[in-house]
């Protein structure tokens, strides 16, 4: 899962950018709205954390214009007493707010619902025959034992899972798993791949040569 960062304040930017990092998510910060608007229309993001408050374009134009062309679901960060800022950005197509300064456990909770919202999904656990997904602790069990994965596994398993029954090329899994300033290179997504079938049994993901990678719905 990839999520962009807009936001101007340099420690609050950087403690958001680790704690998403930390918690297994390809992570991109953009500075000012109009290097947020380039890289939020650039790139697919699973979801954007939007300060409305920012330098050369500010948060409420960059969501309009983003709601031009995309769907992708957006967090605002609003002011303490912005109650008018928070219902512009809901009407202005917003899907969730968090009033600074907030719990970064509590805005990572949010990003998850927010997240499995937008798949259609409503419950946090995806069960796929044995195995169990826990999207809210991000915990993986087969038959109720618990299979520990590192968190490029985990996010691997959980982006096939969230579009299970459809197949994810190579290039959006990792576009989708590591973001701008990662070097990574491309094959390690079969490197993760093969580690998850050791750790979950070789059928649980298949591959489409040439192609990409699925789980069967
Ligand atoms: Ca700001």
Redesign the pocket.
């Known amino acids: 899962m990839r999520v962009l960062v807009v ?3 340099p420690d609050l930017a950087r403690a958001l950018v680790q704690a998403l990092r930390e918690e297994g998510y390809a992570a991109d910060l953009a500075q000012d709205g109009v290097e947020g608007i380039d890289k939020a229309t650039a790139s697919d993001y699973d979801a954007i954390v939007l ?4 330098p050369r374009l500010g948060g409420l134009e960059l969501l309009r214009r983003l709601r031009l062309s995309r769907k992708t679901p957006v967090l605002i960060l609003t002011a303490r007493d912005g109650v008018s800022d928070r219902v512009l950005g809901l009407d202005a197509g917003a899907d969730d707010y968090l009033v600074k300064p907030f719990a970064l456990t509590e805005l990572l909770a949010r990003l998850r619902a927010l997240i499995r919202r937008s798949l259609g999904h409503a419950d946090a656990v995806i069960q796929l025959g044995e195995i169990a997904i826990d999207t809210a602790t991000r915990t993986v069990t087969r038959e109720g034992v618990s299979i520990p994965l590192t968190a490029r596994e985990y996010a691997l398993l959980e982006l096939l899972a969230h579009y299970r029954g459809k197949l994810i090329s190579r290039t959006v899994i990792y576009d989708r798993l590591f973001g701008d300033d990662d070097d990574t290179l491309s094959n390690v997504v079969d490197v993760h791949v093969s580690h998850l079938r050791k750790k979950l049994g070789k059928d649980l993901i298949v591959t489409r040569r040439g192609q990409g990678y699925i789980i069967d719905a």
Do not use: S
């Open positions: 936001e101007d304040e300060d409305l408050m920012l």
